[in-house]
């Protein structure tokens, strides 16, 4: 059983097409990085069959797909990465990461924390809101950048990343240029709350971006915008509609369920400390 690596994502989806198509709610990650990763990986057994994936986000944190315990800990001491690019972090389902942070701890003497607990959820069936929220969805479009970039900012730091981290314009931006990005306006006209959906990938597209501002919470802004963002993916086919949420905040992982989200797998990020 070996891992196998590539900086072209052609390569990378000619070798793991089979388990990406075959698996796309737990490949979700590295189906959606798969254009912007700097390393791709898969894992095959002795027949050929590849049973595990890997995207490497910049500057070198992995992204587990579909991968076994045995396949991730032995990723810890293969990941190619150069002088000064060693993980900070590995992220994916729960036994795999921890699989893969306590051998690389173990082969580098590092020590790793847990970091954000996430639960990805699939869509059974849609339960719009019942009574509905005040106020309509639209699309949103160029003018709303500023507002949605800042609200994603606010999004980031919610759930414990750091909004300077990156530039969030380009991918708000991007969202909104391609009808992706759909915001909930009250009776008066204002937005109060958005959510975003990715590309549809292998038949299945993540719902994501789901903000409300504090002041306007408790309102049902949140669960009216991702039914519709939810109603957005299926009308183009997707046949599979995912979303992730924080295990810390029963709110939304109770909204979710009513909305018809049921969950899938487990996620951790783990952190790695400098050595």
Known sequence: MTWYF???PAVFRAAAGPLLAAEPARNTTVLTLMDRAVRLGWWADPDGRVTGTVAVAPPCVPL????????ARALASVLPYGPGEAPTEVRGETGPVEAF???FAGATGRS???GVRLRLFRLGTLVPPDPEPVGRARVAG???VPLATG???EFARDIGDDPDARDLTGPVTERVT???LLLWEDPGGHPVSMAAVSRTLEGQACVHLVYT???ERGRGYAAGVTTAVTRTALATGTEQVLLFTDLANPTSNGLYRRLGYRPVTDHLSAVFTAP
Request: hydrophobic share 45%.
């Open 6 to 8: 590539t900086e072209d």
């Open 64 to 71: 587990l797909g579909a991968v076994t315990v045995a396949a």
């Open 101 to 103: 942070a306590d051998a």
């Open 112 to 114: 790793w924390a847990p």
């Open 142 to 144: 160029p003018e709303d």
């Open 151 to 153: 609200w994603a900012r």
């Open 178 to 180: 391609e009808g992706r």
């Open 213 to 215: 501002p504090p002041a």
